[in-house]
């Protein structure tokens, strides 16, 4: 009916002016993805019709994370002027994705590490996941020798939702995709070598 039509353009209207005021108030001048294209492509496969389940949601982080991840792993290996081969350990966090054998594995071969580099995954620990990174990366790094490869990535719109609630309307304002490295030294302490 017509009345159930205005109605519903009504609340869409409110909808609207919500999101509005809550992206800007969120202060984010600008967010980044790894999905190039939001009109096809991925996004189709992501956002298009029904909700997308955890399988297509984990296919596409396993097509797009260890490739974004290992960009900012290769600008911290430049800026310390550390190769590929030197490093002894790397630590992989993330909590937006999961698959087998990992990204860890992944980056393993993409950034050529040597076989017997030590691996460690902090995974699913929401927004404190890096801090719990440092810490691992940290007490790998004090080895003697040791040179510590860390990189935190996450593909937060995998997880959009449609919903229209405040709490879906505040994530989407904040949270994009992003991916950082840093590289730590080993003696004494462990010396920041360069964050890429």
Known sequence: TREAERAERAVDVVRARLA????QNACVDERRF?????????????????APGFERRMRVYQREAPPFAASACERALKRAR?????ITHLVVVTCTGTF???PD???????RLRSEVE?????FMGCSGAFHGLRVARRAAAEP??????VCVELCPLHRRNEPDTGALVAQSLFADGAA???LAGDARATLLAAG
């Open 20 to 23: 509005h005021r809550i992206f």
């Open 34 to 50: 790894c999905i190039p294209d939001f009109r096809g492509g991925v996004a189709a496969e992501l956002y298009g019709g029904e």
């Open 82 to 86: 550390v190769s590929a081969d030197e």
């Open 100 to 102: 087998t054998p990992g």
């Open 105 to 111: 594995v992944e980056l393993t071969r993409h950034l």
């Open 119 to 123: 691996r460690t995954i902090v995974g």
């Open 145 to 150: 020798g040791a040179r510590v490869l860390l």
């Open 181 to 183: 490295a840093l590289g």
